[in-house]
């Protein structure tokens, strides 16, 4: 039905009404077509494959919408209310309660009656055409041409009908060379603010020869604010600023001049000087005076100090003497929210009276109102691998501001199954146990000896101690990991009210003891096997000590929502057991101690496209080797690929390696009574290997609403380092690795529930470099349906959060 909907749009429409379908932007050279896009006053009906079904869906949803009944129950609703709220008599409390139960209702039924129901709300309503807003739509392109310099632009636009009923629009745009900048002046009569704005005219948004940009100029105002804010000016505001644009002069020349104007009442502008600090930690008690401890020239003042001054001044840019700066006031509000002891904090100012003519003060209240002592946080899921789902569940109690300095206990318990093949019997499923416990401490300092805890305070610096314990009960070995750390994190941010840009992390102490047990035979051959090359395998699975330096950085100019046009890197490097190499024998109980070097870069590139669209691609890699004269790779450091954020074709960690294929035997019966033996793949095996490549490439869009869409392309492999006599290929070598990297691609469909992003991918092999019998492109073996079945061809990924 919905089908037929969509392959007939224009069945319900009047017999003067045609259909918008389309509006197409010609002749641009440097204009960017989706800005041109964001002007339209009316948007088309979407078209795909020649029919409308976001149309259809509203038509078919407009079948079952009958606005006057659900007037009706509108006002059954207030009626209701009124009668209860008559029963409640004079109580206020339960009146309340009934009245925003029942606006509550009646909110989501006025939405239902203007927006429809939800298959309306999930599709579109007709784009009937309307000349007055095509030309609405012009003028608003002409405003846009304008304001980014193309003063001289052309544009007109044609329509066509075709089918009788839909339109056809093409805005034709001949843009012309735009205005440049040839001239700057300033018209400041407050010498002080003009000395200053030309003092820093090296970092204005504007340059000669630039293209003439309203945009542009409207950032350079908000600089200009930003810096005389910074810089005592406490009254100053943007309407003070202006610019004065001559575009009279030949040659397409624009000439700005700079315009600051002084208040009204002044003949100057007021720089303001800080004349005290007060820092309130507690909530107002009236009428119960605080106590008032004074710290470095602040006034901390309390009913009871349950937070250490010392600490607190590493948090606090505000000071007496000082001049005003906006700046200094966000980032104390930032660094104290990175506390995490604080509800929220706010910094506010009063004007004191001056001491002379040309002195004007400020006193600085900071109202930091403090957070829970303790939070639980309580999380269920469901694992999904290999189309067996299995529940997991984590409880974590944080305690905060533990001693006194602003640290933060962490206890966390966690608990999981997951479903997977069983390595002897790819139809059966068998369960994979874990579970583990953590204790985390942090300070909010860098704690070193000979430091007296101002080491990086200016970049939010903290000091993290752990401690863990990880058990997993699998079918082929049980492994438990004992964990032992210590953290030093800092990071910068270049704007206050923005995340930080990056951050650092400097592990000097990383102690794991790994204990575990080989339980399946088969297994345990598989692994001697794989172990008679170079590099043994079954080694790495031994009992050990863990020990290693490591260092962390992340540059990131994202958001949460990964909305921006941004770039992320980042780098890993670790170096173990180089306790050895110092003299320090860390051994016990004849556990082995591994010594190996290990880096992961990772960059990652987001490209809004307009109208919630987004390009955006990976590369990842890495390389991971024992050094010194260990010959053994911890199995915890190998690199895996394949999974919900890797090359999504291919399970997770079974991947690899290179162009070995891991095979078993498998019995076949003729109908005519004959018997063979035949290879197919095994994939019941981990692939770990010591080199990684991957590479992403994602197109993501709204579909409707929450619901968004992705297509992807991932690629990528593992494999060894040296040459290994029973695993042909799979060691990395520069003249054929390109040919070896495995392909997938796939459609995904994203569920953003604001919270948090549910994730299903569904990826098909495309090229498979380890294909059996020279069979390498295998897209042609796609079938949907592998999807709901266990197969080698196709996979389903569900996943939190975007992959990458």
Not at 239 to 248: L, M, N, P, R
Request: with cysteine; charged share 25%; net charge negative.
């Amino acid at each position: 039905m919905l089908c037929l909907q969509s392959c007939v749009p224009t069945r319900y429409l009047g017999e003067d009404e045609k259909l918008l379908v389309s509006i197409q932007p010609e002749g641009l050279e440097t204009v960017e077509p989706t800005a041109i896009q964001a002007l339209y006053q009316q948007e088309p009906n979407r078209m795909v494959l020649g029919s409308t079904p976001y149309l259809g869906l509203y038509n078919f949803g407009k079948r079952f919408y009958d606005p006057q009944q659900i007037q009706e129950r509108i006002e059954k609703q207030e009626a209701r209310m009124q009668q209860q709220i008559v029963e409640a008599g004079t109580d206020s409390a339960k009146i309340q309660r009934l009245r925003l139960k029942f606006e509550s209702r009646i909110d989501r039924l006025q939405e239902k009656k203007t927006e429809g129901n939800f298959l309306m709300q999930l599709g579109e309503p007709p784009a009937i055409y309307d000349s007055t807003l095509m030309e609405k739509t012009m003028d608003q392109i002409d405003i846009y041409l304008n304001a980014k310099g193309y003063f001289n632009h052309q544009t007109n636009y044609e329509k066509e009908v075709k089918s009788d009923k839909l339109v056809y629009i093409t805005i034709n745009i001949e843009e012309n060379a735009p205005f440049r900048y040839t001239e700057f002046s300033y018209g400041i009569p407050d010498e002080d603010i003009r000395q200053l704005v030309q003092a820093t005219a090296n970092r204005s948004l504007l340059q000669l020869g630039d293209k003439y940009d309203e945009d542009v100029l409207t950032a350079e105002r908000d600089r200009l604010y930003t810096l005389l804010r910074n810089r005592g000016y406490y009254d100053f505001a943007r309407a003070y600023i202006e610019f004065e644009v001559d575009t009279s002069a030949t040659g397409r020349a624009a000439t700005i001049k700079t315009i600051i104007q002084n208040p009204e009442q002044d003949s100057t502008h007021r720089l303001y000087t800080i004349n005290e600090v007060y820092f309130k930690t507690d909530e107002d008690r009236f009428g119960i005076p605080r106590d008032t401890i004074v710290y470095n020239g602040i006034n901390y003042v309390a009913y009871r100090h349950k937070y250490s001054p010392d600490i607190l001044d590493k948090k606090v840019d505000i000071y007496p003497g000082q001049r005003y700066s906006q700046f200094r006031t966000s980032a104390t509000q930032r660094k104290l929210a990175e506390l995490d002891v604080f509800q929220f904090n706010t910094v506010l100012y009063n004007r004191i009276d001056a001491t002379t003519d040309s002195s004007y003060l400020l006193n600085a209240y900071i109202n930091a109102l403090p957070a829970k002592k303790f939070q639980e946080t309580l999380e269920l899921g469901l694992n999904y691998t290999e189309r067996i789902p299995g529940p997991f569940s984590s409880i974590r109690l944080r305690i905060r501001n533990i001693f006194g300095g602003a640290e933060n206990l962490d206890i966390g318990l966690r608990g999981g199954i997951e479903g997977q093949a069983s390595f002897t019997d790819p139809n059966r499923a068998v369960l994979i146990k874990e579970f583990g416990a953590d204790v985390s401490l942090s300070f909010p300092v860098i704690l070193m000896p000979f430091t007296n805890k101002s080491l990086l305070s200016e970049y939010s610096p903290r000091t993290r101690f752990y401690s863990g314990y990880t058990s997993s009960d699998r079918e082929q070995y049980s492994r438990t990991n004992y964990q032992l750390g210590l953290d030093y994190i800092w990071q910068i941010t270049r704007n206050p009210l923005r995340p930080p840009v990056m951050q650092f992390i400097f592990s000097p102490v990383n102690l794991n003891i790994v204990q575990g047990e080989i339980l399946d035979n088969n297994f345990r051959q598989s692994l001697i096997n794989n172990s008679e090359g170079s590099r043994s395998l079954i080694e790495s699975f031994s009992d050990g000590i863990i020990s290693f330096i490591g260092f962390n950085f992340i540059y990131n100019t994202n958001d949460f929502t990964q909305t921006r046009n941004a770039h992320y890197f980042r780098t890993l490097v670790e170096v173990g057991g180089l306790s050895r190499q110092l003299g320090l024998d860390i051994g016990y109980n004849n556990l082995q101690t591994f010594q190996y070097a290990k880096i992961n870069p990772d960059f990652r590139r987001y490209i809004p496209l307009g109208g919630q669209r987004y390009f955006v691609y990976r590369v990842n890699g890495g390389v991971a080797s024992p050094i010194f004269d260990s010959k053994v790779l911890p199995y915890e450091k190998h690199f895996f690929a394949g999974g919900a954020s890797s090359v999504r074709a291919w399970q997770s960690r079974r991947l690899g390696m290179g162009s070995y294929a891991s095979v078993r035997p498998v019995e076949e019966n003729g109908n005519d009574g004959s018997y063979t033996v035949g290879l197919e793949r095994d994939y019941s095996l981990e692939q770990p290997g010591e080199v990684l490549i991957e590479a992403n490439v994602e197109y993501r869009f709204n579909i409707f609403s929450f619901l968004n869409g992705a297509l992807f392309v991932d690629a990528g492999n593992v494999w060894l380092l040296q040459e290994d006599v029973n695993r042909p290929k799979a060691n990395f070598d520069f003249n054929r690795f390109y040919k070896e990297m495995a392909v997938g691609t796939g459609f995904g469909i994203r569920f953003d529930l604001a919270v948090l992003i549910l994730r299903f991918d569904l990826a098909t092999k495309v090229y498979d470099p380890a294909g059996l019998y020279g069979n390498k492109f295998i897209l042609n073996d796609f079938r949907f349906s592998d999807f709901f079945t266990r197969n080698s061809q196709s996979t389903l990924q569900i996943g939190i959060g975007y992959p990458f």
